[in-house]
């Protein structure tokens, strides 16, 4: 019989422990002797299990009960093997995906506060950036309410706009749209876990809270303001102007406008980030699954607001974004771009 590693068959360190595993099962093997990491090589590529027998001096049945335990945990696969059901599948995405569900492996999962020490360098609110900090209109609330559509009209309205806004969205407009979709309500402490800490109230839903989203801006076309990149304070409703707009940032939007097959250049590029720390001192193992279902309920937002305002929303699957985390002196291991979207 011919054997295989399984595509999906990944070492890594764990706990200083060489691990072994595959998103396909819930069991792993660690590692302690170097042999047996020669021996999971030798079946790459594809190894005649009589062959492999010679080369590492182990009995037949040994090695017979080595393939079984390896074949049951999925690592390894028959040559022949009907993989019809994994064809679809890429290693990350399967992993991401195994990972953060319940029943899919053994390790701990949800809100275990394992890196609370570490809270207390991820407040609520971002360290404002430098920069010129530009005020922004506060829009009235009520006065919007008794203008607005009725939610399920919205609803039925919501579309992925593809044409350009015939004019260009001006600053108090734009004001509006930050306000109604990522201003801050209030605050509070959340004294229900293990840790109590500061939370957010927004206007979309959050895991526990965290409000680990942030909102930049790459202005193209506005009138009222330069072009440019800013960030959006949602804390005191207003804009900081970080960066004149230069060939990074022209790169951005050509990029953005051909993943939204446009036939012109967007008005502005919103780039949505995530302070991944904000997340991952609470949550094990799911924080970076929850980051992502925080950006689909903020899109859903974004579009429902772009829709009653009669903009032109388009959110994207990705573009260029590598420009940013120079722009902001960031490292992209603590705060990158998780969701874009353009009007």
């Known amino acids: 019989m011919a054997v295989t590693l ?27 002797h170097h042999l047996f990491y020669d021996l999971i090589f030798s079946f790459l590529p594809i190894t005649n299990i009589g062959k492999a027998v010679d080369k590492f001096s182990v009995t037949q049945k040994s090695y017979d009960h080595i393939v079984i335990i390896l074949s049951n945990l999925k690592i390894l696969e028959a040559e022949k093997c009907n993989l019809e059901n994994q064809n679809h599948w ?11 569900r319940l029943g899919f492996h053994k390790y701990l999962s949800g809100a275990t506060f394992n890196k609370a020490e ?12 430098k920069g010129r900090k530009i005020n922004l209109k506060i829009p009235n609330i009520a006065d919007i309410i008794k203008r607005d559509h009725k939610l399920t009209t919205i609803l039925e309205l919501r579309r ?31 004294k229900r876990g293990k840790v109590h800490y500061e939370f957010l109230y927004s206007t979309y839903p959050t895991a526990g ?5 942030e909102i930049y801006l790459v202005v193209n076309k506005c009138q009222g303001l330069l072009r440019g990149l800013y960030y959006y304070c949602r ?41 991944f720390g904000r997340v991952f001192w609470k949550y094990e193992s799911a924080g ?28 994207l699957g990705g ?8 722009n902001i002196n960031q490292s992209f291991l603590l705060e990158s771009v998780v969701g874009e979207f353009i009007l």
């Open 235 to 275: 804390d005191i409703h207003s804009l900081i102007f970080l960066k004149d707009i230069d060939g990074e940032h022209q790169k951005a939007i050509l990029s953005a406008q051909q993943s939204a097959c446009l036939s012109n250049s967007p008005q502005i590029l919103f780039l949505i980030t995530a302070r």
């Open 209 to 213: 809270g965290c409000n680990e989203l």
């Open 90 to 100: 890429e290693f990350h995405d399967l992993l991401f995906h195994s990972r953060t």
């Open 160 to 190: 992925t706009k593809r044409e350009l806004h015939p004019s260009v969205i001006t600053k108090n407009e734009l004001s509006e749209f930050l306000f109604r979709t990522f201003h801050v309500k209030g605050k509070g402490i959340n």
């Open 319 to 326: 573009c260029y974004t590598g420009f940013l985390e120079s």
């Open 118 to 129: 570490l809270l207390s360098k991820y407040p609520a609110f971002k360290i404002l950036p």
């Open 6 to 32: 399984s595509k999906f068959a990944y070492f890594h360190i764990a706990s200083d422990k060489l691990i072994l595993e595959t998103p396909l099962s819930v069991s792993r093997i660690e590692i302690k």
């Open 288 to 315: 970076y699954s929850l980051i992502l279902k925080n950006v689909g309920c903020l899109l859903q937002t974004v579009y429902l607001v772009a829709t009653s305002m009669k903009l032109s929303p388009c959110a």
